[in-house]
């Protein structure tokens, strides 16, 4: 360079270019995957926190509350409480419940009872690679979640 010019030269910035592209190129992808495990985890401890919510109600109210899981529409509510959690499209869920407590093919339920106690149940929700349990004894009503 001559005394006097400054800048960068053309070369300089197309090599900062070329560098910037390979890392979006690199790392791009993994935030996409980062969503879809963010989504899981998310729904994953909003549906833990409904189990231990309709255990809770049941204890309280006095009377057995039935948590019901429709893997046909994606979604999990509570008897009598019109709030419902939908299940994310990329999260795939199964569901592993007291025959007494599936109402139809594709729906499910829990049954938390008045004394803490519970029909118990297993769900494990997954998106891509990472999955999650959520257990619930029968004996103790106690919700557990576990990575997979």
């Known amino acids: 360079m001559r005394q006097g010019q400054h800048g960068f030269t053309l070369l300089e910035l197309m090599v900062v270019l070329l560098v910037l592209a390979l890392l979006a190129a690199l790392i791009g992808p993994?935030?996409?995957?980062?969503?879809d495990a963010d989504s899981l985890q998310a729904t994953v401890y909003e549906l833990a926190s409904r189990c231990r919510d309709a255990r809770i109600g049941a204890i309280r109210s006095g009377?057995?509350?039935?948590?019901?899981?429709?893997?046909?529409?994606?979604?999990?509510?509570?008897?009598?409480?019109?709030?419902?959690?939908?299940?994310?499209?990329?999260?795939?869920?199964?569901?592993?419940?007291s025959t007494s407590e599936q109402t139809w093919k594709s729906v499910s339920g829990i049954r938390f009872h008045p004394n803490g106690s519970s029909s118990g149940g297993t769900l494990r929700l997954q998106a891509g690679q990472h999955a999650y349990e959520i257990?619930?004894?029968?004996?103790?009503?106690?919700?557990?979640?576990?990575?997979?």
């Open 30 to 35: 993994r935030f996409g995957r980062s969503r």
């Open 63 to 97: 009377s057995d509350t039935v948590l019901l899981i429709d893997l046909g529409k994606r979604t999990v509510s509570v008897r009598g409480n019109p709030r419902q959690l939908l299940i994310p499209a990329a999260v795939t869920i199964h569901s592993e419940t």
């Open 135 to 148: 257990r619930v004894n029968w004996f103790t009503g106690r919700v557990s979640v576990e990575r997979l």
